[in-house]
Nanobody, 115 residues
Framework: QVQLVESGGGLVQPGGSLRLSCAASGSIFGNVMKWYRQAPGKERELVATISSGGFRNYADFVKGRFTISRDNAKNTVYLQMNSLKPEDTAVYYC??????????WGQGTQVTVSS
């Protein structure tokens, strides 16, 4: 069993920045890590993915604004969010998809973008 704990969410003004962290209780080395988000009344959507080798992929709606990174030594994944918009308001979740039966999620961290 792997536990994922997100942190770093909060209230920020439009145009501002936040850095989310996801700390894993076990090693993330060799595994894909993902960030998702879910806004009120909407389905959960994929935001960014980072492979074990550091290859990054982003949803179109965050390209050029968000950066996913990882520190395998700390078993931590990050999501740097810049130029935040009100539509980025959501609960952000960290995901470690080992297998369909071992698909781990964090508890989520709230990000609110508002003036």
């Amino acid at each position: 069993q792997v536990q994922l704990v997100e942190s770093g969410g909060g209230l920020v003004q439009p145009g501002g920045s936040l850095r989310l962290s996801c700390a894993a209780s076990g090693s993330i080395f060799g595994n894909v890590m993902k960030w998702y988000r879910q806004a009120p009344g909407k389905e959960r959507e994929l935001v960014a993915t980072i492979s074990s080798g550091g290859f990054r992929n982003y949803a179109d709606f965050v390209k050029g604004r968000f950066t996913i990174s990882r520190d395998n030594a700390k078993n931590t994944v990050y999501l740097q969010m810049n130029s935040l918009k009100p539509e980025d308001t959501a609960v952000y979740y960290c995901n470690l998809p080992l297998t369909p039966q071992r698909n781990y999620w964090g508890q989520g961290t709230q990000v609110t973008v508002s003036s």
